[in-house]
């Protein structure tokens, strides 16, 4: 029989090709520190980001440097493609999809040429966050997933 009480968890997958890292290893103390949230992050090899979980489109920066989805259970997933990207004002990216649309796990929000974009940022290594982390927890980040689910979240 099933519990109409139990909560849900949602897999959250990398958003992008790549070695998944530690928040620590991120060079921007924002970021680092958990500030916005925490999560894990991506080393990426492609120029392709795409939604890690099935939900919501919230956002998509107007610079086209970070994308939040919020799950069907509520929690609030942001991608921030690379560090100080925000100062490129959108060149060099590609947004695919609008805010307030619904995605799913693996479509492509945004992309950018990576080769480009590398060599006028400090680091492209992106941060997935949950954002919303007074809600949800979060498991720990399994940075051998290669592919398969990072982390979970469930409602508190």
């Given at each position: ?11 959250v997958?990398?958003p ?10 991120v ?7 958990r500030?916005?949230?925490d ?32 799950t ?36 492509v ?38 592919g ?7 409602q508190?």
């Amino acid at each position: 029989m099933l519990n109409p009480f139990k909560k849900k968890s949602e897999s959250v997958y990398s958003p992008v090709s790549g070695r998944i890292v530690s928040l620590d290893e991120v060079p921007d103390p924002v970021f680092a520190q958990r500030s916005v949230g925490d999560g894990f992050a991506v080393m990426p090899t492609s120029g392709f980001f795409r939604s890690p979980v099935d939900g919501e489109l919230v956002l998509v920066a107007k610079t086209l440097h970070a994308f939040a989805v919020r799950t069907h259970d509520g929690a609030e997933i942001l991608v921030h493609i690379g560090i100080d990207t925000v100062t490129l004002k959108g060149k060099g990216f590609t947004g695919h999809r609008q805010a307030g649309e619904t995605v799913s796990r693996g479509d492509v929000i945004i992309s950018c040429d990576l080769l480009d974009i590398k060599t006028k940022v400090p680091s492209m290594v992106t941060p997935v966050l949950l954002t919303n982390g007074a809600k949800f927890s979060m498991s720990a980040p399994d940075l051998q997933a290669n592919g398969a689910s990072v982390i979970t979240v469930r409602q508190k």
